[in-house]
């Protein structure tokens, strides 16, 4: 991670307002599609589309009385005692002071190593009415998972309300647990029709040069990871999430601009320049399935026929990664059941661990699924729909729903 940013990434925190909802005498918003649970007297937010390249984790404090303290005294000692002993600080942000609704708020950021030489941003929001505070601390593997996750971000900080004017925050309470779980159908608001952009090509090599999405396995952690060759030179390093029907390459840019890069091939050697400066190179091979580069098998992906979804299914998706302390992970447990005629009934369970703090929770939903290429879309039974990205790699051993492996049971 780069640090010289670091001011600039905290400057771009403070401008989002949104609405709020109750926890432990704190208000908030909580980003759309983010799966939230709570054990401990804190609360664990991660986004539900995220991976172990670009992930960001929110660790949310109740209400806590100041004192005598000051916020800025308050927010030193938050934290200090969110600093591992073996961690070490590279830099750390100004601290920026706002007034937000008769509220004091105080908002930094720093980035900090540890034994194994692994860069974290760590970013900080201290709310206070005078009498009371609150702290919300988002953890970042990287720049690029700020930037993705920016506008949640943004829109958590400032919805963040504590004492009387938590009080008289409007909003529905509701319980922590009860959230909507990542890659849950019932997480999303109103899906709209397929994207606009380009059509997907068909996966494949022609004249030697790749195009379309392969799929290959992370070996860290069992997630797939995807190279998406488009025309004119552009390659996408994650998969378009909300369907495949159509590539948005304008958006991906906006999204996920670190995923994004050039490719060119020189005889049988592809070259891969992403945008954050890296370079991939090296020769790409054919196989039965796919391609061979860098040491890594990718399989062509295939669009999934209706009647194929018939069954019973489970997917496990884990974004474990190295980190400071206790090693923060979210991992999902999906099950999806589908009859012959299209009814689904979708369940989801997800456990976090961050910073020291572990959580649980739990959704479910049902109604009707229908195949179009290369989207799967999920009619709710409460009127919701979601459009997710749905592929199958030619030995038909599974599916890939939005970026989760799932098995037949």
């Known amino acids: 991670m780069r640090t010289t940013a670091l001011p600039c990434l905290l400057a771009l925190l403070l401008t989002f307002p949104s609405a709020a ?8 918003s909580p980003p759309a599609g983010w799966a939230t649970a709570e054990q401990g007297g804190k609360l664990v937010l991660a986004p539900a589309d995220a991976d172990e390249e670009t992930m960001v984790v929110v660790v949310l404090d109740g209400a806590a009385k100041l004192g005598s303290v000051t916020l800025a005294k308050w927010l030193e000692q938050q934290m200090a005692a ?17 007034k937000i609704g008769g509220l004091d708020t105080l908002t930094t950021a720093r980035t900090v190593q540890d034994a194994e030489g692994n860069v974290r941003l760590q970013m900080f929001h201290a709310v206070s009415d005078g009498k009371q505070a609150t702290l919300a601390m988002g953890v970042a593997t990287s720049e690029a998972a700020f930037h993705r996750y920016l506008a949640p971000l943004q829109g958590l900080f400032e919805s963040l309300r504590v004492g009387s004017a938590a009080a008289t925050a409007t909003g529905p309470a509701r319980s922590p647990a009860a959230t ?3 890659s849950s159908p019932q997480s999303a608001a109103p899906a709209p029709a397929a994207r606009g952009g380009e059509p997907l090509p068909e996966a494949g090599v022609v004249n030697g040069r790749p195009q379309g999405l392969f799929v290959g396995v992370s070996v860290l952690s069992g997630n797939p990871v995807f190279l998406l060759f488009l025309p004119g030179g552009r390659v996408y390093h994650n998969l378009p999430r909300g369907g495949l ?25 592809l070259r891969i320049q992403w945008a954050d400066g890296n370079v991939w190179q090296g020769p790409l091979q054919l196989t039965d399935t796919g391609i061979f580069f860098q040491g890594k098998r990718y399989g062509r992906a ?47 369970a997800m456990g976090s661990s961050v910073e020291g703090a ?52």
Not at 82 to 98: C, I, R, S
Request: aromatic share 10%.
């Open 245 to 269: 029907n159509r590539i948005d390459w304008n958006a991906l840019q906006a999204e996920n601009p670190d995923a994004c890069g050039r490719w060119d091939m020189a005889g049988t050697t």
């Open 21 to 28: 909802e109750d926890f432990h005498g704190v208000t908030f």
């Open 82 to 98: 969110n600093l591992n002993p073996q961690a070490k600080v590279l830099q750390t942000g100004e601290v920026t002071t706002q």
């Open 358 to 409: 572990a959580s649980y929770g739990e959704s479910s939903t049902r109604g009707q699924l229908t195949v179009e290429g290369y989207d799967a879309v999920f009619h709710g039974a409460d009127g919701r729909v979601q459009r997710m990205s749905l592929i199958r790699l030619r030995d038909g051993g599974g599916v890939i729903l939005d970026g989760t492996f799932f098995q037949r049971r």
């Open 302 to 348: 295939y669009a999934v026929r209706p009647a194929e979804m018939a069954g019973s299914w489970e997917g496990t998706h884990s974004t474990a990664w190295l980190n400071l302390g206790s090693g923060p992970a979210t991992t999902q447990v999906n099950e999806l059941t589908v009859d012959a005629a299209g009814n689904y009934l979708f369940g989801s």
């Open 180 to 182: 909507p779980a990542p």
